[in-house]
């Protein structure tokens, strides 16, 4: 039976499909129909009647974005009765609006201002009255207003807030007959629980809830760039506007990832940080003699660069030389950044930040499944599925709008099980909350197994024709039973047997993790556990399934992809293959060393003992985000020459010989690889005043001043070239991106769409790799001198360090100190009051913060953000490093807490 049916609107008759409005009929066929209210999947209620139409049969005009078409329904669209029912409509509304057109911020832009020309309204308006009561404005926001005389009642903030964004702080009230918004936007908006998106101004069709941006342009008036947010690795898609070389605003796009949703770091802190007046914009080389920078020309920068590293080299070899990528920059600055370091330095001492947070995800997955990336698409792990397994993630603050995504799918009736130390806000939204003890992964993934294998829910045909190892597997995991676990991991064991009977049962049920797996001293083998439990149950090379890892960093997984790691080529390619060094050395024509580099946690040891002597660090910050800030600076300091290349001047670079001015995303062209693969263009929009160059030309100049020939090469080119060598990559280019292709790698030909799911069928090791992991504890435990175990992690509002989201007044207004979370009753114990100031101290430093007190963490258990200056917590953390990925163990330290006197 066919599920089309006939309908004809002004005489023209169309098949559609069942369930379809007539509004979605009508615009598939080029039929126009007024809307206001109506925001398609958003907001569907009807409420303006704008797009009334005239059904045959019916006594009234109906709306035509709520009303379903049925078999031979007949609707007309523009009669007399139609058009003066709307004209109506306009009139109504704006006898309640201060029109003042030519001073509001969304003039040119506001959809009842064009509707109330198109309808060539009369001057006198019969409905006007100043009868009605006037509400007062809120805008003591930093980033947003509301204008009730503005609002018209559409509710398309309110929809966008509690169905997209999945918070719900707008309501909508009435007076009379009108409808306001209660928006959060006075002068207690930081208690409120906003989230700053400006989701709900987007959203706006009037200039009653708006972005205080827009009072800076008109949209007709300025120039759209599409770009790739520069923060977390979800991969938003939004336009700069641009006027006069400055970039005043953002607006998001309907990309892949994030469906025209941002959060409030992408929205309100990607652009200002471009035109801090703290950018670097010329070389500096430090006077010894005083201990200060002074300014430099490039040929004088690079040319001692040049001179020094080339003497490092020649007394002590190319191994005294290593080099840093930046996993904020793109692609292109990341494949160069190893070339150079490979060709130039002779070394393959190189490496990226994901040393300190996904590695353990890099390393692990390729030894289960063959490929270190996440396994399914954003969309297809939050639309249709049944389950969400999240472990060690709190994706609302680090991963906002993927966070957004969870939250709708949650709504749709998605069970949800949270696996967290920390009482983390979707914990609210969860059918379960396991809040096990921080460091014991492994123990509650080998209790979800034991569960799953002795109650018969293991996939049996899957473990069978795609996996090795599972005996063994089988074998440890009997002992973990869940009173055992539960001991282990101070949880409940029916709470576990629910939770492994809820994944193991679902057809759909995807693993999201995070940092809180990964940065521990057992954090590869927590991934992997991860990997074993997927398998065990069948849920990988499938819709809606997979092992799926956020990485934090814009571009972490493309510097990982471009080769910045000590034992991979471009793509993995492993530099202990012959074939594969034979490739690079054709192609580079040069030499190549076949001995693996060092990890980045091991170039700060190898420096103190002065076998690392000179250290190129592009773009990162190590003296604030690695841990024990200590042995970080005693490490920078033994070096005999370090060049930092950033776009501030960092703790970092105040250690450096020569300090390189580069330019931020918004200034350069290139790519970033997002968290699920996909592969978007960074578009230049701006070009500043200063002596700033693009980072791959910095790179190509070093590199043929210290011998290597390197021809010069535009973004678009080095893309080309990094195809040419990596299989993965082979059918990317910023050809087909720029005609709006969307690719996932691999994508292994020109004429390949990507690959959105890996494994189907077949993994990329082959077959399935169960990892026999077993439980370890944390290198450092509480103990009477120290008796708290102290985690770390990100807030909603900053981006590591705050070198672009502190330059954003309105997000150091909402957060801009540190602070300790502090359970209520240790805080109670040690006569904390909350928001107090505490001093905190363990075997590595001494730092003083606020004290929050809740039950957000469990009794002995203590949680603090890294971003803020005024109290670092990489002072304090243990650099225990894992032994597989060498990544520190941010996750679990020892402190104390005492009360300031």
């Known amino acids: 039976m066919s599920d089309k049916i006939r309908i004809v609107i002004d005489g023209r008759e169309f098949q559609a499909a069942k369930g379809q409005t007539i509004l979605e009929v009508a615009r598939n066929n080029g039929i126009y129909i007024p809307t206001l209210c109506h925001l398609k999947n958003v907001n569907e209620i009807g409420a303006c009647r704008m797009c009334v139409v005239e059904v045959d049969g019916s006594d009234n005009l109906v709306p035509a974005c709520n009303t379903r078409i049925w078999d031979g329904m007949s609707v007309l669209t523009a009669t007399d009765k139609v058009k003066l029912a709307r004209q109506m409509v306009l009139q109504l509304m704006l006898a309640h609006h201060d029109v003042r057109c030519l001073s509001c911020s969304k003039t040119g832009d506001c959809e009842l201002q064009k509707l109330a020309q198109e309808f060539e309204l009369p001057l006198e308006n019969p409905y006007t009255t100043n009868e009605a009561q006037k509400l007062p404005n809120k805008t003591e926001h930093p980033f947003l207003s509301y204008y009730p005389d503005l609002c018209i009642g559409c509710q398309r903030c309110v929809s966008m807030c509690s169905r997209m964004v999945g918070n719900g702080v707008l309501n909508a009230s009435k007076i009379g007959t009108r409808t306001f918004i209660e928006a959060p936007f006075g002068k207690d908006w930081k208690d409120t629980a906003c989230e700053l998106c400006g989701n709900c101004a987007a959203a706006c069709p009037t200039g009653a809830l708006v972005a205080k941006n827009m009072r800076k342009y008109q949209t007709s008036k300025v120039n759209k760039v599409l770009t790739t947010c520069p923060h977390c690795a979800t991969g938003c898609q939004f336009y700069l506007l641009v006027k006069d070389n400055t970039i005043l605003d953002v607006m998001p796009a309907n990309g892949p990832s994030n469906k025209g949703l941002l959060c409030v770091k992408g929205r309100f802190g990607s652009f200002n940080f471009v035109h801090s007046p703290e950018r670097l914009r010329y070389p500096l080389i430090k006077n010894h003699d005083t201990g200060e920078f002074e300014r430099a020309t490039w040929d004088e920068a690079l040319d001692l660069i040049a001179k020094k590293f080339t003497e490092i080299k020649t007394v002590y070899g190319p191994d005294a030389l290593a080099g840093f990528a930046c996993s904020r920059s793109p692609n292109e600055d990341c494949y160069m950044l190893q070339k150079m370091v490979r060709c130039a330095f002779g070394t393959n001492n190189v490496d990226n930040c994901a040393r300190v947070c996904h590695s353990a995800s890099v390393a692990g997955l390729a030894m289960t499944l063959g490929s270190g990336a996440m396994t399914n698409p954003i969309s297809d792990i939050t639309t249709d599925v049944d389950v969400i ?112 009977r809820m994944y193991a049962t679902a057809k759909k049920a995807p693993i999201i993790y995070c940092l809180g797996v990964t940065e521990h001293s057992t954090g590869t083998e927590g991934v992997m556990s991860l990997s074993n439990l997927a398998m065990i149950c069948g849920k990988l090379g499938r819709s809606g399934c997979g092992v799926n890892p956020l990485r934090g960093q814009n571009n972490v997984q493309g510097a990982c992809d471009m080769g910045a790691l000590p034992g991979d080529l471009p793509g993995y390619q492993k530099i202990t293959r012959d074939d594969v060094i034979e490739k690079f050395e054709k192609a580079w024509k040069v030499k190549l060393s076949r001995k693996p580099g060092l990890h980045a946690t091991d170039v700060f040891p190898a420096a103190v003992r002065k076998e690392v002597r000179g250290l190129f660090i592009f773009g990162e910050d190590p003296v604030i985000t690695d841990p024990d800030q200590g042995h970080v600076i005693k490490a920078l300091e033994s070096l005999d020459f370090l060049v930092v290349s950033d776009l501030f001047m960092t703790r970092t670079c105040q250690y450096a010989d020569v300090v390189l001015p580069g330019v931020s995303y918004a200034e350069k062209e290139g790519t970033f690889s997002n968290t699920e693969r996909r592969v978007q263009r960074v578009r230049k929009a701006v070009t500043l ?3 700033m160059r693009p980072d791959t030309e910095i790179f190509i100049d070093l590199m043929n001043r210290m011998g290597y020939p390197q021809p010069f090469l535009r973004p678009d080119e080095i893309m080309d070239e ?92 909402k957060e801009g100190h540190s602070f300790i979370e502090i359970n209520t009753e240790d805080a109670r114990r040690l006569g904390i009051a909350d928001r107090e100031q505490v001093k905190l101290t363990s075997r590595r430093g001494t730092i003083e913060s606020q004290a929050r007190v809740s039950d957000k963490v469990s009794p002995g258990e203590t949680w603090m953000p890294f971003h803020f200056p005024d109290g670092l917590a990489n002072i304090l953390t243990n650099a225990a490093l894992d032994k597989y990925a060498r990544i520190p163990e941010y996750k679990v330290c020892a402190i104390r807490i005492e009360k300031l006197p």
């Open 389 to 500: 397994l999240l472990v060690g993630s709190n994706p609302e603050e680090a991963h906002p709008v993927i966070g957004m995504q969870i939250r709708q799918a949650v709504m749709r009736g998605t069970r949800l099980i949270v696996v967290d130390p920390r009482r983390i806000a979707l914990s609210d939204k969860a059918d379960l909350h396991l809040m096990l003890k921080p460091g014991t992964n492994v123990a509650f993934v080998n209790g979800m197994i034991n569960i799953i294998i002795s109650e018969g829910l293991e996939d049996k045909e899957f473990i069978k024709t795609r996996t090795e190892g599972y005996e063994e597997l089988k074998e440890i995991v009997k002992d973990y039973t869940p009173e055992k676990v539960a001991e282990i991991c101070h949880i409940d064991a029916d709470h576990l047997r629910e939770a492994a």
């Open 689 to 691: 005043d200063g002596e």
């Open 722 to 813: 990094i195809a040419s060598l990596t299989p993965s990559f082979a059918g990317i280019s910023h050809r087909r991106l720029d005609a709006g292709e969307t690719l996932q790698w691999p994508c292994t030909s020109k004429d390949h769409p990507g690959t959105p799911i890996l494994h189907v069928g077949k993994f990329t090791r082959g077959i399935g790799w169960f990892y026999p992991a077993r439980y370890c504890e944390s290198r450092e435990l509480p103990d009477a001198e120290y008796p708290f175990i102290m985690m770390t992690g990100r807030i909603l509002y900053h981006y590591n360090t705050m070198a672009m989201t502190g330059k954003t007044k309105g997000l150091v207004e």
